[in-house]
């Protein structure tokens, strides 16, 4: 699947989508010629196709006049809105023939499976604010004022959406512009210095108008150039790179940073890079070096990134410097409201309201996160709990008796999170997820085969990396000492945490929580009772938890649960 924003190319099924500001994805349909233009010069993005090659590649098997190539090209060009003077997606070259001209990336069609959740997560909801902010922003960019922005929170709370639908609407707001894309990879191994940027030049030059671009680089930051391929002749390339080796990283910095001013004296540019979270140190100093120019460049840097780990990152250091500077800004992704849930569910059939209560269900379970609330419909859509069925919402269910299943490819992901964990940062967490949705450290910690001080210091440096884990409360104990309450960011972490241990495992610390709990509240038990309950049951010590069962049935009811998850078995 071939994907150029707003629009989508289904090559497998042979149909091109495009995304609406509003609404599901829309289908464009096509004659099946027309269709086998367009996608033999997206197949092609960034070069030269003649008007011969296109005869040849579509055509094979037949023979037309030369003219049924313009007409299908036209086609192309009415089915995604462009102009021939200032295409965006296909350029004409002159007598010669066309090429494809906007950011083409693959996806397979693993990635964007045309299921009820693909069509869900078209909509964006709860984001107009910073949208706006972000168009205001872009205003001044126009203006020559360069602008560095962050987006940033927890994983699946919607940076790049924003960031998509923001290209999106630059891209479509009439002006030329130039986007460049650059991605940064989880590196297990070394990360290759300025990967992401060497990522978005090198599709900037594959890009509309290469030569003048090609141009300033050869002028300007020629060791720049030798590095990205296909742009030189082997020979100039090879003499280039002789020429260049071990040239300091200063140079390189100062070469991009004058080439960036004439790349976008004229025409805006907006270089996006993604999940900074991975990215190397010397595109950090490279980010500093740009966002310290003082001279004008009609330059956004827009960046998303993940809570930074390990605290001590490079970039985290620049971001707080560049803030108490006022040289960049930071939007901090916040969980969506129910609000927003509601809306986002009215969005998917405007003809009828969904069922009174599913967005409250799916607003608790996905705690506002945007990955977690398509995940959860999903599952949902799937068990054939909640359908749509001729422009109806139907609910096959009671709201109340929904349980929510951990999607496997969420699961995965939850899963390829823990992995980058040590084994005692992934033990501690496995124990804290027997201990319930939030947990006391130091009964956890005295529960632990680790030293009780170092699993207290696991917790607090995870939910400063605001991971998995959140800090919730300072907390007394019976005996007077103080300790902190932590609490799962989301209940699909504690669930996948869970899940991965063996049943006799979890027995085994269900009972050794219960014995703890006991024992640090054997002064206070009725503080605990439900909890302790709770564990022992589950550590089937059938008579012990009938016990305290009975004991919390006459205290659960006296008290209003604290919202912190502590003590109610609802909480658990
Ligand atoms: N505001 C929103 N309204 C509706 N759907 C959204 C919104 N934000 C994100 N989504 C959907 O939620 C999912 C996750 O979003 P996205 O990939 O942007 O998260 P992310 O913050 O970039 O995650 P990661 O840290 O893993 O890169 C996507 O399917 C996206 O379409
Ligand atoms: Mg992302």
């Known amino acids: 699947m071939k994907v150029f924003v707003p629009f989508r190319l289904d090559t497998l099924n042979q149909c091109l989508w495009r995304r609406r500001d509003t609404g599901p994805e829309e289908r464009i349909l096509l004659r099946p010629k027309t269709f086998l233009v367009l996608a033999y010069l997206v197949e092609h993005a960034g070069r030269l196709v003649t008007h011969d090659e296109l005869l040849d590649a579509v055509w094979s098997d ?214 900074l979270h991975w990215v190397d140190d010397s595109t950090v100093d490279l980010i500093s070096a740009l966002a310290r120019r003082r001279t004008p460049a009609k330059l956004m840097l827009l960046a998303t990134y993940r809570a930074l780990d390990p605290p001590r990152h490079s970039l985290k250091a620049l971001v707080s410097d560049l803030l108490v500077r006022r040289w960049c800004r930071k939007i901090d992704l916040t969980p969506l409201s129910q609000a927003d849930v509601e809306e986002y569910l009215d969005a998917q059939l405007p003809t009828s309201s969904p069922p009174p209560g599913l967005s409250a269900l799916v607003h608790s379970h996905s705690e506002g996160n945007p990955l977690f609330m398509v995940a959860a419909l999903e599952d949902m859509a799937k068990r054939n709990l909640v359908t749509r069925a001729n422009g109806q919402w139907q609910l096959q269910a009671p709201l109340e008796q929904i349980i929510f299943e951990v999607p496997d490819d969420l699961r995965h992901m939850i899963e390829a999170q823990l992995e980058r964990l040590s084994e005692q940062e992934q033990s501690a967490l496995e124990l804290a997820s027997i201990a319930g949705a939030s947990f006391s450290a130091s009964v956890i910690g005295s529960a632990s085969d680790i030293d009780s001080s170092r699993v207290e210091t696991l917790y607090e440096a995870l939910s400063r990396r605001h991971h998995i884990v959140k800090w919730v409360c300072t907390d007394s104990l019976p005996d007077g000492t103080l300790t902190e309450r932590y609490a799962f960011v989301h209940v699909l972490y504690r669930q996948v945490l869970y899940d991965r241990q063996t049943p006799g495992r979890r027995a085994r610390l269900h009972r050794r929580i219960g014995e703890r709990l006991a024992a640090i509240y054997a002064q206070r038990m009725e503080d605990v009772v439900p909890e302790l309950a709770y564990h022992i049951e589950q550590g089937a010590d059938r008579s012990r938890a009938i016990d305290y069962l009975r004991q919390a049935a006459e205290i659960v009811g006296c008290k209003e649960c604290c919202g912190c998850g502590s003590i109610k078995p609802g909480c658990i």
């Open 62 to 275: 037949s023979v037309v006049e030369p003219q049924a190539v313009k007409r299908h090209v036209l086609a192309v060009r009415s089915a995604l809105g462009d102009r021939p003077k200032h295409s965006l997606f296909v350029e004409t070259v002159a007598t010669r023939g066309y090429r494809f001209i906007a950011p083409v990336s693959e996806r397979s069609a693993l990635e964007r499976p045309t299921t009820i959740s693909d069509r869900l997560s078209q909509d964006l909801v709860g984001r107009g604010g910073v949208l706006k902010m972000l168009l205001e922003t872009w205003q001044r960019v126009s203006n020559g004022e360069r602008q560095i922005i962050f987006i940033t929170g927890e994983p699946g709370i919607g940076k790049t959406a924003l960031a998509e639908e923001f290209q999106r609407r630059v891209a479509f707001d009439g002006q030329s512009i130039r986007i460049a894309h650059g991605q940064c990879i989880e590196g297990y191994g070394s990360k290759e210095a300025y990967g992401p940027v060497l990522d978005a030049l090198g599709q900037l030059c594959r890009g509309p108008q290469v030569e003048p671009l090609v141009d300033i680089l050869s002028a300007e930051a020629p060791t720049w150039l030798a590095q990205l391929p296909g742009l030189l002749a082997r020979g100039r390339r090879e003499m280039l790179q002789r020429e260049i080796s071990g040239v300091a990283r200063e140079r390189m910095v100062r070469e991009l940073g004058d080439a960036l001013e004439s790349i976008t004296a004229e025409t805006a540019l907006l270089l996006f890079l993604e999940d």
